[in-house]
């Protein structure tokens, strides 16, 4: 459309906040999905007729099913590096190192850290049920959800001199320390997996990943919470969506307030002129040279040659013709230099 308004700065918002909540209502859809499908997931007892329900189950497989037992190794336990006695099936050693960074775009100190080093062990696990009942859970480390255990957390305070300090402000980063945690999934622990389970030809059961790539979950919470936490982050990502498409209407709402304006603007200037020229062709067009005094003293003062004819408002002054005060280079009357806030046709009778 002819002299719409948009600047580059509306199309960055309008750009920006179309394609974030395109994404955020992407992730939400995506939440919702899997909110949906884990209310649909069957809750299995994990008892000594599970093998019997998935043997008759086709393929041996049950596609989504949630399963809950107490962890077991399936063979040799690990332990804990710093804890006395802590055994555990999964461990996680890691080595953060804090500092403080100078920023500055903010012009302040800001945190920052960074892992130096990491170690994950893990050895085969069982959950176990009532009875004998036992599933071998695999890939637990593809599963999401699963928060172990901190066995063991110290910080290491950096120490420097004062040679050190000075490096410090040249370099612009401060280091704080070293953080060392180990974490543990720990033997006993209580877990609740949701996945693919299937009866293998040892009549061993599995809990895997789900071929159809629906969410793979194993956490220390039960179900219940589980889900409460997994619709809760459905409901950011849509809150998210939803802000981003508000801001998206807002910059239209205000590239279209602009517009009008514009338009309204371009009317009034139109009205104007059209009121001058019913006026005479002797008001809004040039004229040849003004002869006698009385003919000079009307002139407009910029022009001295086309008769006046507008009366600036809000100070009154008569002093110039319609094209002079069109091209005026501001709006301001050239006598006293007041804003011209409206301007209207002089009737001489
Ligand atoms: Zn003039
Ligand atoms: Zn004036």
């Known amino acids: 459309m002819e002299g719409i308004p948009l600047r580059t700065l509306d199309l960055v918002c309008l750009g920006t ?22 209310k649909e997931a069957p809750q299995m007892r994990l008892d000594e007729q599970l093998a019997d329900i998935l043997n008759a189950a086709p393929g041996k497989c049950l596609q989504y099913v949630v399963i809950e037992g107490t962890v077991q190794p399936a063979g040799e336990t690990l332990r804990s590096q710093f804890q006395e006695g802590s055994l555990g099936v999964v461990q996680r050693l890691v080595l953060k190192e804090h500092k403080l960074v100078w920023n500055s775009l ?24 009532s009875g004998n009942a036992a599933v071998r859970v695999l890939c637990p480390l593809e599963a999401s959800g699963l928060e172990m255990e901190i066995v063991h957390e110290k910080f290491h305070q950096a120490s420097y001199g004062f040679t050190d300090i000075i490096g410090q402000y040249l370099s612009g980063e401060k280091p704080k320390g070293q953080l060392e945690t180990e974490e543990m999934l720990k033997v006993g622990a209580t877990l609740t997996g949701v996945g693919e389970l299937i009866l293998d030809s040892d009549r061993v059961l599995k809990l895997r990943p789900p071929a159809d790539g629906s969410e793979y979950f194993l956490t220390t919470s039960d179900f219940h919470t589980m889900l409460v936490e997994e619709e809760g982050r ?29 338009l309204r603007e371009k009317w009034a200037r139109e009205e104007l002129r059209r009121q001058f020229e019913r006026m005479g062709p002797s008001r809004t067009a040039p004229q040849g040279e ?24 809000e ?35």
């Open 17 to 38: 906040s179309v394609a974030f909540s395109g994404l955020f209502y992407y992730i939400y859809r995506k939440k919702k999905k899997t909110v949906d499908t884990l």
């Open 106 to 129: 903010a012009r302040a100190w800001t945190d920052s850290e960074r892992i130096l080093h990491q170690r994950i062990n893990m050895v085969p696990f069982n959950l176990v049920g």
């Open 234 to 262: 459905a409901t950011i990502w849509q809150v998210l969506a939803s802000i981003c498409a508000l801001a998206g209407v807002a910059v239209l709402l205000w590239v279209a307030r602009r517009y009008y304006r514009h």
């Open 290 to 313: 003004l002869e006698d005094a009385e003919s000079l003293e009307n002139a407009c003062v910029i022009c001295l040659s086309n008769p006046r004819s507008c009366v600036l408002l």
């Open 315 to 349: 100070c009154g002054h008569v002093c110039c013709c319609f094209s002079c005060f069109q091209s005026l280079p501001v709006p301001t009357c050239p006598i006293c230099r007041q804003p011209i806030v409206r301007v209207v046709p002089l009737y001489q009778a």
